[in-house]
């Protein structure tokens, strides 16, 4: 893992966790759960009528929804736990979890609920670096060691989009 610097935002998203074996690093979740962004339907380029365009554009993101719904189940049977992200960066996390134990130098691997509709999971293997408590809440500090690229890709887009958001908010409230 190369070791650049990340911005790091709080935030509250869904995650999953489960323990990972020592003989692999990387994540076994597969990118095939996410609905890619290069994959917006098109029709710009086909002569259809504007009607008959809009109802194929909404048929296409009620199936984007159904096919998210399906693949929540998918984590949520494959994963140990459900965890929430209080704070994301490109190179870690910090999480909660209400019925989890967790200790420095364990190895764990994430499914990351960046987005709903588009549904968008991003996939991350850790380790947990500190325990800290927030709250009376354990909060699991995680150095990410395995992320492939186009996963941490998506990570950063996440935290500049929270970054952004953070910054209107501040701005409309002067």
């Known amino acids: 893992m190369n070791t650049r610097e990340f911005s790091s935002v709080p935030t509250r998203i869904r995650g999953y966790v489960r323990r990972m074996d020592s003989a692999s690093d990387l994540p076994m979740l597969q990118e095939q759960l996410s609905a890619a962004e290069d994959d917006a339907l098109d029709l710009s380029g086909v002569k259809l009528q504007e009607p008959l365009v809009r109802f194929l554009e909404a ?37 909660t979890c209400a019925d989890c134990a967790f200790a420095v130098g364990d190895r764990l691997e994430f499914a990351l609920l960046l987005a709903q509709f588009p549904f968008r999971v991003a996939a991350a293997v850790g380790k947990v670096t500190q325990v800290r408590t927030v709250n009376e809440r354990p909060v699991w500090n995680v150095t990410f060691t395995s992320v492939r690229e186009s996963d941490q890709e998506a990570i950063v887009r996440f935290v500049f989009r929270e970054e952004r958001e953070r910054i209107r908010e501040k701005k409309w409230a002067e």
């Open 59 to 95: 048929v296409n993101a009620k199936l984007d929804t159904l096919l998210g719904l399906m693949s929540v189940e998918r984590l949520e049977s494959e994963f140990d736990s459900r965890i929430e992200i209080v704070e994301i960066s490109g190179s870690g996390l910090g999480f």
